[in-house]
């Protein structure tokens, strides 16, 4: 038997939070078929491109994607990912929380204490900064900072800290240190505000930060940087099957750390 947990929107889509399934020879791809030929009709749509799946607390990146073999006391845990905000202001929402991306412009004026400041002046927001050399894209910011909820969630997370979890899986390390060096802010390079939080408070970051942002955010032309920082090779591209590739090994990277 499988058993499959429903956490944040999942849940009306279903009308329960969980189900079990008695079979034992799926993959996850044909579990993901059977949960849309058996959803309930009248519910919320049920958006399988947009999903956080963890097997047994782990990402499914990390094993082998959806064609991972799920086995007899297997549990799938489903979180969707859900969209918005505007080209200006990317958001998404997680479980129940507000994140939303602030790609700030390269400032040699930036102050060295500017996110310590920040995180003093918004204390009710999650506040991280991170190199936009290492976001390859909104849905690649999206899944290392998911991978990062759940495992906060799960009581796997890598620091005693969410935000210092989230620097660590983009840089594809587990030393703090190695981790500040690679992907931390610094004024020569633009970054990117990671901010979690209630939506009024991410209102008024916006609105703090408004003169210091990118008009075009995460518009860096970066794969072939992250290729070679990550010494991702041709043959490991080649076996990926998404078309998101690249995307999907940096998420595979994030996503094994422990």
Request: proline share 2%; aromatic share 6%.
């Amino acid at each position: 038997m499988i058993t499959v947990k429903f956490l944040g929107g999942a849940k009306k889509s279903f009308s329960t939070d969980h189900i079990d399934i008695d079979k034992n020879d799926l993959t996850l791809q044909q579990l993901l078929d059977l949960l849309l030929e058996n959803k309930p009709k009248n519910e919320t749509k049920f958006d399988v491109k947009n999903l956080l799946i963890a097997i047994n607390g782990i990402d499914s990146s990390a094993i082998d994607g959806p064609l991972t073999n799920l086995k007899n006391g297997d549990i799938v845990s489903i979180i969707p990912i859900i969209h918005g905000g505007s080209s200006k202001r990317p958001q998404f929402k997680i479980f129940n929380s507000y994140i939303e991306l602030f790609d700030v412009k390269a400032n040699q004026k930036l102050n060295i204490n500017f996110l310590d400041n920040l995180r003093q002046k918004f204390p009710n927001l999650i506040i991280q900064a991170v190199s936009s050399n290492y976001i390859l894209s909104k849905s690649h910011a999206q899944k290392i900072i998911a991978i990062s909820l759940l495992a906060k969630q799960n009581n796997i997370i890598l620091s005693q800290k969410i935000e210092t979890d989230i620097l660590l899986r983009f840089a594809g390390t587990t030393q703090i240190n190695d981790a500040i060096k690679q992907v931390g802010i610094n004024n020569k390079d633009d970054f990117v505000i990671i901010a979690i939080g209630k939506k009024i408070q991410l209102d008024r970051l916006f609105k703090d930060m408004e003169s210091l942002l990118d008009i075009t955010p995460l518009s860096k032309n970066n794969q072939n940087f992250l290729k070679k920082k990550f010494n991702i090779t041709k043959k490991q591209m080649d076996a990926i099957l998404s078309k998101s590739k690249l995307e999907d090994l940096l998420t595979e990277k994030a996503a094994i750390l422990v």
